[in-house]
């Protein structure tokens, strides 16, 4: 089944604590970006690829890393996680960047940063 | 001024009725625009892609102006199935191709 997988679904951590959020596709779609929502402001987009080793800043970079060592996986990294950073995470993937592809979402990775 | 600009609703409609969205961006350069929709707290799900030439699917219409940079969305005999929130979305050629997403416009759909 074609699909993008993110993990975990929820998760509570503390201030300052690294965590990765993996995300990972089997269509081998060449795009792949990281994405918030928070109430009122809808999807805000992070960082995103083109390709392998090929990222670029979203609107809303400051405090997360990715990498895309492989063009199925593109983890987000969030090296000393802040309240600020609650919030409703999704990775999504597309055939390519450019034009008219539709987009794949995961479900969605739910983090509380107390 | 947002990039993209909903109408947040909430629209409450009955059975039957038609609804239409409206949706504006900033963005000269936007290359491509879609309409998503985004059911409670589950992931966006492409609903069309916007055309200039306008597109239909069904009970959905979907027109864009470009030289208004407007774009909308047309539900006719709306169904309690399309309750949901629907997304207006942008792609902007920056050197990368960002992908700019509005707020959304919340539907209800009445019995």
């Known amino acids: 089944e074609a699909q993008v997988t993110q993990n975990p679904r929820y998760l509570i951590t503390v201030t300052g604590k690294k965590l990765t959020v993996t995300c990972s596709q089997n269509m081998n779609h060449e795009y792949m970006s990281w994405y918030r929502q928070d109430p009122g402001l809808g999807l805000r987009q992070i960082y995103y690829?083109?390709?392998?080793?090929?990222?670029d800043k979203g609107d809303v970079p400051e405090g997360y890393k990715v990498s895309r060592k492989e063009k199925r996986n593109f983890p987000l990294i969030l090296e000393s996680p802040s309240p600020n950073q609650t919030s409703l995470y999704f990775c999504?993937?597309?055939?390519?960047?450019?034009?008219?592809?539709?987009?794949?979402f995961g479900q969605g990775t739910r983090l509380t940063v107390v | 001024r947002k990039e993209v600009e909903q109408d947040p609703g909430p629209f409450n409609v009955p059975e039957g009725a038609t609804v239409a969205f409206n949706c504006t961006y900033s963005?000269?350069?936007?290359?491509?625009f879609f309409w998503y929709r985004q059911d409670c707290r589950k992931e966006p799900k492409l609903l069309m892609s916007?055309?200039?030439s306008g597109n239909e699917d069904g009970r959905f219409t979907a027109q864009l102006n470009r030289a208004s940079q407007y774009i909308s969305l047309l539900i006719r005999d709306s169904k309690l199935s399309d309750s949901a929130t629907y997304l207006c979305?942008?792609?902007?050629?920056?050197?990368?191709?960002?992908?700019?997403f509005g707020a959304g416009t919340r539907l209800f759909v009445k019995a």
């Open positions: 979305v942008v792609t902007l050629n920056t050197g990368g191709f960002k992908t700019i």
């Open positions: 916007v055309y200039s």
């Open positions: 963005n000269s350069a936007s290359q491509s």
């Open positions: 999504a993937s597309s055939l390519t960047g450019t034009g008219w592809t539709e987009a794949f």
């Open positions: 690829s083109m390709n392998v080793e090929v990222t």
